[in-house]
């Protein structure tokens, strides 16, 4: 239950975040369609740390593979909607100098998805490898 609390404290830290974008950010066409794709990734992003369920962690470990719903398509759906959820609320907020925050997130993703993988791999061997040619990202 801890981690369940854990994985929605992103989610809320969103929510207030998008909050925030939308009561004191700028009013203009590309500030709205930012935050309205905004809140499409973060629909996506909430469903797939949904069906992650249990096996849902802060550090890598491999409970279990989980392959069905968004998982049966990308391998890393939480990061795939979470991420751009999060861009799209700083690019509203302070526009395209905002990518150089992107670029520094995208880096420190790279390193968690790469430690999940190695964990992954390790622990479930060819069914991963498997799951891997089936599925992007």
Known sequence: ??????GILGY???LVFLGFAIV????????????????ACSVLWLVARRQLGDAFSVT??????VTR????KIRHPVYVFGTPAF????????GWSALLVWVIVILIQVVRLRREER???DTFGDEYTAYRTRTWF
């Not at 861009?87 to 302070?94: E, K, Q």
């Open 12 to 14: 809320v830290a969103y």
């Open 24 to 39: 004191a950010g700028p009013r203009n066409i590309p500030a709205y369609v930012a935050l309205c794709l905004s809140f």
């Open 119 to 121: 964990v992954l791999a």
């Open 69 to 72: 719903g968004l998982y049966s």
């Open 87 to 94: 861009l799209f609320i700083v690019l509203a907020l302070t």
């Open 60 to 65: 890598p470990q491999a409970r279990h593979l």
């Open 1 to 6: 239950m801890k981690l369940y609390r854990v």
